[in-house]
């Protein structure tokens, strides 16, 4: 049995008539009959019994029409779901961000998006660069909003913004009493970076290597609030992003140290897998945010380009 055959079969059933059944799928009444009789073979069953001129259903087509209702009840009530679905009345759009993006913009860009696309779910998934990266890839996310590092080549992206990093230190710090240092006097101090996999710690390496700079110590973390502790303690310096420590700054806990090459960037890509694979609330969402790129809400420290 196959569907094209149960197909016929309702439609004779449901029209009561092999000719309507026959117009309705826009094919000749002998293929109609053909299919019906290959599927009462392939069964073994009689399932439309003639006398004469009338035809009606024996009792095992009956049974089968009852489930062919449900079959295609179903097919109706699945096109309507996929017509909804393209039509953003249904369906999940799936994000990702590393934790500035997540705490800064997606609030704004969720927002706005859930406003003209309320029945739409959204799922937030955040992390460092490589985990967000990595669930595009594992298709846990359909977009990521990750700096634009060394990624699988899989991966597609478009421009989105530049991050700004500050040099922070404690006051009581050497450098906070200078008007501003050169990166090269790093050499030598120890520098808390976040950990392995984020895009703010590659950037900094890399400008590390530039300049060739090594300090003496360099320690990893996870959290905000060891690296704000590790720095107000004296015990080194770090690159922050200037928005996450806004009331340590203003609390003169952290002072920001100016450099004369200037702060350290790096750049913020919206990246995916495919576009063209990308489901209609993740195509939607994507040209939304080009729309509303200049009205982002941003902090100083990021800048639309």
Aim: net charge positive; charged share 30%; with cysteine.
């Amino acid at each position: 049995m196959n569907l094209k055959q149960l197909q016929a079969f309702y439609l004779i059933a449901k029209r009561g008539s092999c000719t309507k059944a026959a117009e309705e799928l826009n094919v000749t009444q002998p293929a109609v009959t053909i299919q019906i009789k290959s599927l009462e073979k392939s069964l073994d069953l009689k399932l439309i019994q003639h006398f004469g001129e009338k035809s009606e259903m024996s009792e095992a087509g009956k049974l089968l029409y009852s489930y062919a209702q449900k079959i295609f009840n179903l097919v109706v009530e699945a096109e309507e779901e996929m017509k909804d679905f393209k039509k953003l009345i249904k369906g999940t759009l799936r994000v990702g961000a590393t934790k500035n993006y997540a705490r800064y913009i997606m609030p704004f860009l969720i927002y706005k998006f859930q406003e003209r696309f309320p029945k739409i779910k959204v799922i937030l998934d955040e992390g460092n660069s490589d985990d967000v990266a990595r669930s595009v890839l594992e298709l846990k996310s359909e977009v990521a909003f990750i700096a634009r590092v060394n990624l699988d080549q899989r991966l597609r992206s478009i421009p989105f913004s530049t991050v700004e990093f500050v040099l922070v230190a404690s006051p009581q710090h050497r450098f906070s009493k200078r008007k501003s240092i050169y990166l090269k006097e790093l050499n030598g101090e120890p520098v808390i970076l976040r950990e392995k996999g984020s895009g703010s710690r590659a950037a900094i390496l890399k400008k590390f290597a530039e300049y060739g700079i090594k300090p003496s110590t360099i320690i990893e973390a996870g959290s905000l609030d060891f690296i704000v502790g590790w720095a107000e303690q004296g015990k080194g310096v770090s690159f922050m992003f200037e928005p996450d420590i806004k009331k340590e700054l203003e609390r003169g806990i952290l002072k920001i140290i100016p450099i004369e090459e200037g702060n350290i960037l790096f750049h913020t890509d919206i990246f995916f897998l495919n576009e063209e694979t990308l489901s209609p609330p993740a195509q939607t969402f994507l040209k939304m945010v080009g729309e509303l790129k200049e009205e982002l809400a941003l902090p100083s420290a990021i800048t639309t380009r």
